[in-house]
Structures are given as structure tokens and as C-alpha cells.
DNA sequence: TATTGTTATACTCTATAACTATA
DNA sequence: TATAGTTATAGAGTATAACAATA
């Protein structure tokens, strides 16, 4: 998601022969959960992209923080489980973490395999702006929504997934 | 998105030292727009894949073949402008859709450099049963909605993006 | 000079198979 | 026999630069 942000409304002067830019009828398209959810997720995408590029996380990265935050000693395997990314995959994203110095791991207490995951004290200052910077670039990637309406916007989303 | 749907809640039996797979506190991610987004669109893009598969429709084909039932001549340029797809990205997806027969590029009315695209009979009749199979499948991906709370989902989610 | 469609290309994301060490 | 973590790798998806034909 590296420039998305860049292609966003693109209000240029009408040139030539394109009869109408975004004239096209796609009411079938718009009427559809996973059509709305896709483009939805990809507005916020971009913006959340954009500010927290100043903080070198991709969304990934801060959901893995914010839950070492709120669960210290998590495995890979519990985080992979929790977010749906496969195990391979998870690999790089903790070694890199570890690199920066924003996460450590340490042997699990009771199962010779596992390794538990543990912030550094560069990775709770980090999460804490990180979860501020969120914060607010929610409010404002949704700031067409009332709080309530907010509200019921994630409470609706939650029961396709959950 | 190829097996995605295979990864779903995977409740096996609770082996060794897993401390609770999915016991983890994950409130921040919970209360964000975009999370939650994020996760309702991969359930239904599983549901989607799984189901239209037997199309041999992924969601951006399916975008596209709608948006020509109901806008025929659409020109390559404003379905990507629709859909946020890049001009180098679309290329493929047409020349694949040509090949299958489902469309037909003829050359646009009054701009030398423009092609219309077209819907074949072959693609008239996919589109339409493709239209009524999604269609079908949204309703079961969003079942846990009832008809009134999947419009307003609709309704606030095109608050964010459009 | 700008736009449509295109080629080539690169980088990221997502997926599978198979290995190791532990259990 | 099964699980945690890992390696290697392949396939989508998404991005940029640059070109030809046309406006």
C-alpha cells in the first residue's frame, strides 16, 4: 500500500473523450457488503499508510505491538491465530521488529518450543504514540460518522466476523 | 485469495503449551474502523473466492463484468478510475476476459485512442448468473445481519469512502 | 503537451511444502 | 504423532517508468 494515497480523488480537468469519469452505474457493485467493506478498508488503508509512515509501521506491525502491549510473553503462533497470518509469513515480520529493537523474545516458561514475544522499553514508548496516532487518524478517516453511528458501524462489522 | 477459506476457524483439539489461542486481549484493534474492516472483508472475500470459484470470477473480474452489464462501451480508463485499479494492472484482466470470450474490445465512437469494452452474449449470460450467485452469497456472509442492519452497514460504510 | 493503452519490471502480500527441535 | 518455529519458494496483488498512437 505504498502511494494509494496519492491515487484518491483525482479531480482533474475534464480532458477528452472520457464521457464522464466516475459517471458509470454501479449500483449493483454499491449495494453489495464486500464491495463497501473493500473500498471502505482501502480509504482507511491509505490514510492509516500515510501517518504511520512517520512511525515505519504497517498496519500488521501495529496490531502485533498493540497486542504484545496488552498480552506480554504471546507466542507467534497465538498472534499468527489471532490476526490470520500464516506462520511463515510471521517470520520476517517478528525478526524485523526484533532488529529495531522494539520486541524480544525470550524462552516460553513451560514449553521448550515456543518463544514468548516481549515489547523492549523502545517498544512501549513506541506503542503508546503509535496507539495515539491511530487513535486519531480514525477519528478523522471517519469523521463523516457521529460517534454513535461509529459505534454501530464496528458492532455491525463484528458479527460477519466474529 | 486462494485458500484463504481453509484457514477459518480451524477448532482442533487443544494440544500443548497453547495458553489460549484466541484469549488475547485485542480491545485497541477492536475499537478501530479499520481492523474491523479489514476482517469483516476477508470472511466474505473467503466466502467469495469459495463460492465463485466455479465462475472463475475473482472480486475484480466480477467488478468489472457488472460494471459492463450495466455500462456497455465503459472504456478500460474509467473502469479503473472506478475501481482504483492502476491502467498496468488492468491490462491482464481484460486480455484474460477477451480470451475466455466473456467481453469484446471495439473501437470507441469518436477517440482513435480509446477501446469499448463490451459484454458478449457468453458474458451477458455469466454476469447474470454470477450477479444472482454473489448475491446470494452476501446474504449468507451477512446473515448474522438482519436486512435493515445490512443496509445501515452499507449506508456507513460509503460514509467513509465516498 | 496530454491522454489511452501498453510493456517491462519490481516490490509486497499471501500461500504451500518441507525441515528442526521439541512435546 | 503432533506442534512451534523456520526456510525456501511460488503466485497474487500493487506500484513506477517509459513507450506508441492519438488527441
Redesign the pocket.
Known amino acids: ?4 494515497t ?2 484518491l480523488r483525482s479531480r ?2 475534464p ?4 464521457s464522464g ?1 466516475d459517471r458509470l452505474d454501479s449500483h449493483v457493485l454499491e449495494s453489495l457488503v464486500g464491495y463497501n467493506t473493500r473500498r471502505a478498508f ?1 480509504v482507511i488503508g ?1 490514510v492509516f499508510a500515510e501517518r504511520m509512515a512517520a512511525y515505519g509501521l ?3 506491525d501495529f496490531s502485533v505491538l498493540s497486542l504484545l502491549a496488552h498480552n506480554p510473553g504471546a ?6 491465530a489471532k490476526l ?9 515480520i ?2 524485523a521488529m526484533d532488529r529495531r529493537g522494539l520486541i524480544e ?1 525470550k524462552p ?1 516458561p ?8 516481549h515489547l523492549t522499553p523502545a517498544g512501549e514508548a513506541l506503542v503508546k504514540e503509535a496507539e495515539r496516532a491511530v487513535i486519531e487518524l480514525e477519528a478523522e478517516a471517519s469523521s463523516k460518522l457521529s460517534a454513535r453511528e461509529r459505534e454501530t458501524l464496528i458492532r455491525l462489522l463484528q458479527k460477519i466476523y466474529l
Chains 1, 2 share one sequence.
Not at 513451560?110 to 514475544?117: C, E, N, P, Q
Open positions: 500500500m505504498a502511494s494509494t496519492s491515487r482533474a480537468k480532458a477528452s473523450a472520457d469519469n482501502l491509505a504497517k498496519p500488521v507466542t507467534s503462533r497465538q498472534l499468527c490470520d497470518i500464516l506462520p511463515p509469513n510471521f517470520v520476517n517478528v525478526a523474545r516460553h513451560f514449553d521448550g518450543r515456543a518463544v514468548g514475544l
